[in-house]
T-cell receptor
């Protein structure tokens, strides 16, 4: 069963706009990770946020974590056509095995 | 460094045939994983190996077996393929314990007719 669930399932924006996708989960976690998958490729790690962190930045990426609401968000600022991909959250609990959600498909139109 | 490699890239099987998917990593990581990805389902864990010599079932292990041949290699075997096993299979590796990112291979696209 999937722990994290991303929302929305699909997102279509224009280049230059910001893209926000959310992840909700059900049980307590040690950390939450975001991955990107380009069409036909393997997943690539973007960012990891620990359960005691509330916000983390990496370049144009901003991740927040609200453990009281069991939710996280990934913000991509000033989107580019190259950001077109599927984005997955993965939650990791006591077993240290990440559990992936179904993903958000992002299309950035040039 | 190649990272995580998988062979083959594509495979078509008939129902009942067997095959082994190969995965190798040169990152010196202890933990390795096999996932399947189906449309709209995200990634589901088939088996994992926390370290050399150990393997454990994941969420969807039925119809599969694995072998952790050494620290570098982790293979996935389908003994009698079924159409329900049509999927894209990904191998991944990571450091052991918490707070470790996973590194993924390019995937094997398997079709079972």
């Amino acid at each position: 069963s999937q722990q994290g669930e991303e929302d929305p399932q699909a997102l279509s924006i224009q280049e230059g706009e910001n893209a926000t996708m959310n992840c909700s989960y059900k049980t307590s976690i040690n950390n939450l990770q975001w991955y990107r998958q380009n069409s036909g490729r393997g997943l690539v790690h973007l960012i990891l946020i620990r359960s005691n962190e509330r916000e983390k930045h990496s370049g144009r990426l901003r991740v927040t974590l609200d453990t009281s609401k069991k939710s996280s968000s990934l913000l991509i600022t000033a989107s580019r056509a190259a950001d077109t991909a599927s984005y997955f959250c993965a939650t990791e609990g006591g077993s240290y095995i990440p559990t992936f959600g179904r993903g958000t498909s992002l299309i950035v139109h040039p | 460094n190649a990272g995580v490699t998988q062979t083959p890239k594509f495979q078509v099987l008939k129902t009942g045939q067997s095959m082994t998917l190969q995965c190798a990593q040169d990152m010196n990581h202890n933990s390795m994983y096999w996932y399947r990805q189906d449309p709209g389902m995200g990634l589901r864990l088939i088996y994992y190996s926390a370290s050399e010599g150990t393997t454990d079932k994941g969420e969807v292990p039925n119809g599969y077996n694995v072998s952790r041949l050494n620290k570098r290699e982790f293979s996935l075997r389908l003994e009698s393929a079924a159409p329900s096993q049509t999927s894209v299979y990904f191998c991944a590796c990571s450091g052991q314990g918490a707070y470790n990112e996973q590194f993924f291979g390019p995937g094997t696209r398997l079709t079972v007719l």
